[in-house]
Nanobody, 124 residues
C-alpha cells in the first residue's frame, strides 16, 4: 500500500501562486509514476501533470503549460506542484496520485493510489 497526503491548497486571487505538496509513504518502491489531478464541481477528474517517479519524462496538460512546475524531494518522498498565474478556471479539488503501472502513466484510470485532495479556489 501507498499512502499519499496533500497539503498547500487555499484561496488565492487570480494571478496569484500556490505550491502544493504530496508526501508519499508506505511501499514507495512500487511507485513508477506520480501525478496531480483536479476535479471541478460537475466535471470529470482531469490530469494536470504526470511524471516518472524516478525522474524521467513529465507531461503537462495543455491548460497549465507554462504556468506550473513540478519538482520532488526524493529523500522525503515528496512531490511538489508550483502553480503560477492562477486563473478562476483552475479552481477545483487537487489530488495527488501514484501509479504502479508504469512510468508513462498519465490518465486517472492508470493510477492506483490517491490522496484525499486539497482544495484550490481562485477568485476573480
Amino acid at each position: 500500500q501507498v499512502q499519499l497526503v496533500e497539503s498547500g491548497g487555499g484561496l488565492v486571487q487570480a494571478g496569484g501562486s500556490l505550491r502544493l505538496s504530496c508526501a508519499a509513504s508506505g511501499r514507495t518502491y512500487s511507485i513508477y509514476a506520480m501525478g496531480w489531478f483536479r476535479q471541478a464541481p460537475g466535471k470529470e477528474r482531469e490530469v494536470v501533470v504526470s511524471t516518472s517517479w524516478r525522474g524521467g519524462s513529465t507531461r503537462y496538460a495543455d491548460s497549465v503549460k507554462g504556468r506550473i512546475t513540478i519538482s520532488r524531494d526524493n529523500a522525503k518522498n515528496t512531490l511538489f506542484l508550483r502553480m503560477n498565474s492562477l486563473k478562476p478556471e483552475d479552481t477545483g479539488l487537487y489530488y495527488c496520485a501514484a501509479s504502479t503501472a508504469g512510468e508513462m502513466a498519465h490518465f486517472p484510470n492508470e493510477y492506483d493510489y490517491w490522496g484525499q485532495g486539497t482544495q484550490v479556489t481562485v477568485s476573480s
